[in-house]
């Protein structure tokens, strides 16, 4: 299985600051396609799971411009350019190249 | 607008059968791949399977293999999991998910259900 791992795992930020997000992958993600099928996902309190960003960098609809995604192969990074108060919660890499498919443990973020 | 409805969860005992059910609207239910996807108290997200959009692939993780079964009824636009042989790891909220259509992840969730596996 592909193992995903994210650092921080926690991230205290000052409202307006920027926060960033890494996701190593155990292997590339690159698939026989061509395309990297990394997502990142945000968990609010008690909500379900959003998607934000596939495939490394595709902001997903209804998501805000400040979330951006990078990155290739094996090393992924969520950037958020300017943290907001509804931006508070779990956010996750997941892998989607190869079954099982497999989350990073989460990265909590909270403001300062 | 995409909707994902999820039911079936409760209190269920060591080595008991629950089936979970999720229940979509707002797509074309039949053309896309739709996960299961869950998440124990506390704890992040663990994928558990996926069906393709006509049934003809199914894949589980390795946890559930053997004692859970994905299966879905398109006239229905319903999807199911049957989970037998619990076990108190199995205890978390069960999400469905709707396969993005160009693939390689998940674009709407539903707000999932909780199974409790009781010893």
């Known amino acids: 299985d592909i193992v995903m791992t994210q650092t921080p795992l926690s991230s205290p930020v000052t409202l307006g600051q920027p926060a960033s997000i890494s996701c190593r992958s155990s292997?590339?993600?690159?698939?026989?396609?061509?395309?990297?099928?990394l997502s990142w996902l945000q968990q609010r309190p008690g909500q379900p799971p959003r998607l934000l960003i596939y495939?490394?960098?595709n902001r997903f609809s209804g998501v805000p411009d400040r979330f951006s995604g990078s990155g290739a192969g094996t090393d992924f990074t969520l950037k958020i350019s300017r943290v907001e108060a509804e931006d508070v919660g779990v956010y996750y890499c997941?892998?989607?190249?190869?079954?099982?498919?497999?989350f990073g443990q989460g990265t909590k973020v909270e403001i300062k | 607008q995409v909707q994902l409805v999820e039911s079936g969860g409760g209190v269920v005992q060591f080595g008991r059968s629950l089936r979970l059910s999720c229940a979509a609207s707002?797509?074309?239910?039949?053309?896309?791949?739709i996960h299961w996807v869950r998440q124990a108290p506390g704890k992040g997200l663990e994928w558990v399977a996926v069906?393709?959009?006509?049934?003809?692939?199914?894949y589980y993780a390795d946890s559930v293999k053997g004692r859970f079964t994905i299966s879905r009824d398109n006239s229905k636009n319903t999807l199911y999991l049957q989970m037998n042989s619990l076990r108190v790891e199995d205890t978390a909220v069960y999400y469905c998910a709707k396969g993005k259509t160009s693939g390689g992840t998940v674009d709407y969730w539903g707000q999932g259900t909780m199974v409790t596996v009781s010893s």
């Open positions: 069906i393709w959009y006509d049934g003809s692939n199914k």
């Open positions: 495939k490394i960098s």
């Open positions: 997941m892998q989607g190249t190869q079954f099982p498919w497999t």
């Open positions: 707002g797509f074309t239910f039949s053309s896309n791949a």
């Open positions: 292997q590339s993600l690159v698939q026989s396609d061509g395309n990297t099928y």
